[in-house]
């Protein structure tokens, strides 16, 4: 059978509730390998609330999908402060990525509660501005960047993740909206250990199959490249 964009493997797939230090509560799903432990887990921050992201932004809900199955990950979703779902609403009101540090910190004590296996943080849009800025956890053992506007977070940031040492790789739609390959080579050049692999054709909000492909392969490829390159069937 042919992977499609609507294709979803057998996986195990749990709602969640994440609790902030704040105080709020935040609604998500982890989906988990069916029959097997992972070996390494992806935790997702999405694009930005306020222009249509949430937890089932589609690249992000075909990671959770097919990855359990096709790459042995875990896939933790989760819908930040204010921000509605099918799976529902999380508690509290959009804070333009400052009450937001709340919200990733709560996902990777989840993860590190539960013992999820060698974390990385999947930043998209938005998520990647939520990664450089709040993501410096010994817990992390690198991110992935989808799309970075690199608006948000600033060279302050790029410099602290510098500090952080862990790898960071951006993937970097040819044509997005706002910060495109040879700019991002610029930006992320303060980062010793920052990759940018420039996507060819690609836009911001990584429409269509060809590209969700090349999203999850360059994921998987850092994650657990065992599994690299994933089959197009199953």
Known sequence: MEIRASTVLPARREPIELHTGDGLTLVG?????????????????????????????????????????????????????GTSSERGTSEGTFDGGQGERFDVSAALEYAEYHDLPHVWVVGWSFGTELTLKWAHDPLVEGAILLSPPLHRATDDDLDAWARFGRPLTALVPEFDDYLRPEEARRRFARVPQAEVVGVDGAKHLWVGEPYVRIALNEIVKRVNPEAWPLPTEV
């Open 29 to 81: 799903e982890l989906a988990l390998p069916q029959d097997r432990p992972p070996v390494a887990t992806l935790v997702t921050l999405h694009p930005l609330p306020t222009h249509g992201g949430f937890m089932d932004s589609h690249v992000f809900k075909k990671a959770a999908n097919r990855l359990p199955a096709l790459a042995d990950l875990a896939v933790l979703r989760f819908n930040t402060r």
